[in-house]
């Protein structure tokens, strides 16, 4: 009688200290510590422009998590093949999410980066004109295509990824980003493909 009342003493901890862990945290309540956790820079990258630094999500793992999980969860029934992260800050959160899904991943890297033969596609950003290249052979015809970047802001970056992707046959089945700036209206740049996005931001 000891020995099992003991037992049941140490299985009613276990059973409360696993329910406290795992306990039930709401949508709206991770998407909220993950906007605290964005922090603002102003005048950068030049004058006149409020840069948000999605990096200091990466300080706490808890937000960071969150962040995974959120787009985990939005594409775990969608089938996806291939998850194609933009440099840079792309990178961190696409490569995560292709392992939480069981896809493959694919680096969109910035002219010279990658060793092999690569196939390209320029574009025109809120700052400048660039390009993103990704390795020859990385997605193949008809797979199916998550792309993910931090940060949507005007659709440039995102529209040259779609062409890029659709140049070598893959499909798109949607664009991803931590941030949206809804006043540059990067949406209309991207018609034609679905956007999911985790949290909103002001800014100029």
């Given at each position: ?45 030049k ?23 959120l ?57 400048s004109?660039?390009?993103?290249e ?46 949206e ?24």
């Open positions: 009688p000891l020995l099992i009342a003991a037992l049941t003493g140490i299985c009613v901890i276990l059973a409360s200290r696993l329910l406290y862990q795992n306990k039930m945290v709401s949508t709206e309540e991770k998407k909220k510590l993950i906007l605290d956790s964005i922090r603002g820079i102003p005048d950068f990258p004058k006149g422009i409020l840069f948000w630094d999605v990096t200091t999500i990466m300080l706490n793992h808890t937000a960071f998590q969150y962040t995974i999980d787009f985990a969860e939005h594409y775990k029934d969608q089938k996806i093949d291939v998850v194609a992260g933009f440099e840079a800050r792309g990178l961190i959160f696409g490569a995560p999410l292709a392992l939480a899904l069981k896809a493959a991943f694919v680096p969109l890297r910035k002219p010279g980066k990658l060793p092999g033969a690569t196939v390209s596609e320029e574009y025109v950003t809120e700052y004109t660039d390009k993103i990704m390795h020859v052979g990385a997605i193949q015809e008809g797979q199916r295509v998550l792309l993910v970047d931090d940060l949507i802001a005007t659709g440039g970056t995102l529209n040259a990824g779609i062409n890029l992707v659709h140049k070598v046959g893959g499909v798109v089945v949607e664009a991803a980003c931590v941030i700036l809804p006043f540059l209206q990067g949406r209309d740049k991207i018609k034609g493909t679905d956007l999911f996005v985790l949290v909103e931001k002001e800014g100029a």
